[in-house]
């Protein structure tokens, strides 16, 4: 069993930085790309940004510069710092990780976390 936990949402002021965290843990193998996701009410999820296990990141062009990915492959956790904050960031955002099981050794993509709030309001 694998587990996705994340960390560190809340209420931030505009122009205000929050750094969410998600840890994986269980029966990991292995894992590859890591990703966030955000979901703002009535919306569809997006992807906001991606890292490759070798650290190579994409991000969605509405948060490029403001936002920064980074993960760290010993603790098996991926970080989003989230920098000059807009209302338009508020969101649901979600982990994802493509994870590879000790049962398994297959790559699957459909490992979430639980999602974790980040409002940006004044």
């Known amino acids: 069993q694998v587990q996705l936990v994340e960390s560190g949402g809340g209420l931030v002021q505009p122009g205000g930085s929050l750094r969410l965290s998600c840890a994986a843990s269980g029966s990991i193998f292995s894992i590859d790309t890591m990703a966030w996701y955000r979901q703002a009410p009535g919306k569809q999820r997006e992807l906001v940004a991606v890292?490759?296990?070798?650290?190579?990141?994409n991000y969605v062009d509405s948060v490029k510069d403001r936002f920064a990915i980074s993960r760290d492959n010993d603790k098996n956790t991926v970080y989003l710092q989230m920098n000059s904050l807009k209302p338009e960031d508020t969101a649901v955002y979600y982990c994802?990780?493509?994870?590879?099981?000790?049962?398994?050794?297959?790559?699957?993509?459909?490992?979430w976390g639980q999602g974790t709030q980040v409002t940006v309001s004044s």
């Open positions: 994802n990780a493509w994870i590879a099981t000790l049962a398994s050794r297959r790559y699957e993509s459909n490992y």
């Open positions: 890292v490759s296990r070798e650290d190579n990141t």
